[in-house]
């Protein structure tokens, strides 16, 4: 079984900066694709961005040039540094992963727990 755990969140003011963690453990041969996705309290959750394994990046239009998404693949684990952030950035931050478990088989898809981002003055 592989486990996402996030961490990092908390309440900034805006213009604040944080940055949010995810630590993959377990048994797996590797991990895919990771992704962070937000949902804000009465919308529905949506890609904020996305890492291949490789390294290759793709953002949300209203994160791009605040938002920075990398991952280490010796640790297993993701990162997204969220700077000038915006009341409307508030939301629960959810780590999601493509991991390949055992050789010859798909890789399934696992969701964090989540981490929740306030941005308040």
């Known amino acids: 079984q592989v486990q996402l755990v996030e961490s990092g969140g908390g309440l900034v003011q805006p213009g604040g900066s944080l940055r949010l963690s995810c630590a993959a453990s377990?048994?797996?041969?590797?991990?895919?694709?990771m992704n962070w996705y937000r949902q804000a309290p009465g919308k529905q959750r949506e890609l904020v961005a996305a890492i291949t394994s490789g390294g290759s990046t793709n953002y949300l239009d209203s994160v791009k040039g605040r938002f920075t998404i990398s991952r280490d693949n010796v640790k297993n684990t993701m990162y997204l540094q969220m700077n000038s952030l915006k009341p409307e950035d508030t939301a629960v931050y959810y780590c999601?992963?493509?991991?390949?478990?055992?050789?010859?088989?798909?890789?399934?898809?696992?969701w964090g727990q989540g981490t929740q981002v306030i941005v308040s003055s």
């Open positions: 377990g048994s797996f041969l590797r991990i895919n694709a």
């Open positions: 999601n992963a493509d991991v390949q478990e055992r050789i010859w088989q798909r890789a399934n898809n696992y």
